[in-house]
């Protein structure tokens, strides 16, 4: 069904332990955030409530101080994501791959300040990372798309209700493919980030059904995992609500999801990358990146031009003609 080891998966979250303590850490910390400030929010607006001559303004205004806390963590969320990127996944992700190819990696805090180091070598700053993450996320909705999704798979007519619905989810399942491009570009040990993704990209493309029919299968897991998670957590998530002021037992339901996404973040996500990068290593291997599908891509998608203009503007594409050996 896939061509990935679980049991090598769970071998690497265990050796990387220091970084899924990191994760555990910063995503917790995002949702006790989250927690304090809908309950500060809910408190100060049922304080203002009581000043409404409206008999539910109390209800009414901690509702809305809640939603404001909300807000005001979700927008911090937004900003410090590419600093998360930087510190927490690229760094998670340098380790793996340094697992996955047989090399030893530091133990202990050791391991953070080393894959910080390695991370620094290939992308100096933190915004230059999360523009390549996005650009290599937009390419990938456009692969999708040339391959055929999941038509690929079920070539029988009749079926186009079913294929968009069955296309739908594959295209939910590359959530993580712009980590594993990052992950290759570590691997090959670039110094030149803009022509690695540009090169990991195609070898993505070329291998598509194969990178594919492991991330649905890998999804799906995953969806069933975090969904049993956001049921488990919704006890929890209405305990904490019942001590806050006014009646918001209706954000339990968000709460628990808040939950479920920082368990997800901490625990899920690394098994699933490490699960895909075994994949797409193995599939690549002796392979060299096509220049068919380089035309095809830099043709379909904008994000891929602007990733090559990058890659030419930064002196780098000049080293790749499309038909380097992968290493």
């Given amino acids: 069904m896939w061509d990935f080891s679980i049991g090598q998966s769970l071998a690497i979250m265990a050796r990387t332990w220091p970084f899924i303590v990191l994760r555990m850490v910063v995503y917790f910390g995002i949702t006790l955030a989250y927690i304090v400030a809908m309950g500060a929010g809910a408190g100060v607006g049922y304080g203002v409530g009581h000043i409404a001559t409206d008999p539910e303004g109390p209800v009414s205004f901690a509702v809305w101080g809640g939603i404001a806390g909300f807000g005001v963590v979700s927008v911090a969320v937004y900003w410090i994501r590419e600093y998360i990127l930087y510190i927490v996944k690229a760094g998670h992700i340098a380790v793996m791959v340094h697992l996955i190819d047989g090399r030893e990696i530091p133990g202990g805090q050791n391991q953070i300040s080393y894959a910080r180091e390695v991370v620094t070598e290939r992308f100096t700053e933190a915004s230059v990372l ?30 186009d209700g079913l294929v968009r619905f069955l296309n739908t989810i594959v295209r939910m399942s590359l959530t993580y493919v712009d980590e594993i491009i990052l992950g290759y570009n570590i691997r090959i040990g670039s110094n030149s980030p803009w022509q690695s993704a540009r090169q990991g990209v195609v070898l993505y493309a070329q291998n598509g059904s194969t990178m594919i029919k492991n991330a649905v299968w890998l999804s799906l897991v995953v969806w069933v995992v975090s969904l049993f998670i956001f049921l488990f957590m919704l006890a929890p998530a209405g305990a904490i609500l019942y001590f806050m002021p006014g009646e918001m037992g209706g954000w339990a339901f968000v709460l628990a999801i808040v939950f479920a996404w920082a368990f997800k973040s901490a625990l899920i996500e690394p098994f699933a990358v490490a699960s895909l990068m075994q994949v797409y290593f193995k599939v690549i291997e002796g392979q060299v990146p096509n220049p068919e ?35």
Avoid: C, H, M
Wanted: proline content about 3%; hydrophobic content about 40%.
């Fill in 130 to 159: 999360y523009v390549l993450d996005q650009l290599v996320k937009g390419v990938i909705r456009t692969i999708t798309g040339l391959i055929g999704g999941i038509a690929a798979f079920l070539p029988i007519p009749g079926l």
């Fill in 293 to 327: 599908w380089d035309r095809k891509l830099e043709e379909a998608s904008s994000k891929f031009r602007e990733l090559k203009e990058k890659a030419f503007g930064s002196g780098e594409a000049s080293r790749w003609d499309g038909s380097a050996k992968n290493v």
